[in-house]
């Protein structure tokens, strides 16, 4: 499992836009209706950390993953099983989308 902090999010998603990497958000969908993250470059897929195990085959085996969760700990719980599953490119997002509120973006509400 990899680690990434959210400032260097964005140019890993450039540096690998033709793989499509995905956005892995694990957090409730309450958290998603709160402060929902899309990028560019990414294909977006909302799985809460509970339900990871039952939808597997939703993630792609040819694609970078990129987990994110609120502070950073579900989402490093999530790559560490991904990566122990098999998952070859898996990443976390250090901080969540908290640390993403903080430094990249104050217009996305914190909760």
């Known amino acids: 499992m990899h680690r990434l902090r959210v400032a260097e999010l964005q140019d890993f998603l450039q540096a690998h836009a033709q793989q499509q990497p995905v956005l892995l958000d694990v957090r409730e969908p309450w958290e998603l209706e709160r402060a929902a993250l899309r990028l560019p470059g990414t294909r977006?897929?909302?799985?809460?950390?509970?339900?990871?195990?039952?939808?597997?085959?939703?993630?792609?085996?040819?694609?970078p993953i990129v987990c994110l969760c609120h502070?950073?700990?579900?989402?490093a719980h999530v790559a560490a099983y991904l990566a122990h599953h098999g998952f070859d490119e898996v990443w976390d997002?250090?901080?969540?989308?908290?640390?993403?509120?903080l430094e990249m973006d104050r217009?996305?509400?914190?909760y």
Do not use: F, K, Y
């Not at 502070?71 to 989402?75: A, D, L, Q, Y």
């Open 93 to 101: 997002v250090i901080g969540g989308i908290d640390a993403w509120s």
């Open 71 to 75: 502070h950073g700990v579900r989402s």
């Open 107 to 110: 217009s996305l509400p914190r």
């Open 44 to 63: 977006a897929l909302d799985i809460p950390m509970g339900e990871l195990t039952s939808r597997l085959n939703e993630l792609p085996d040819d694609a």
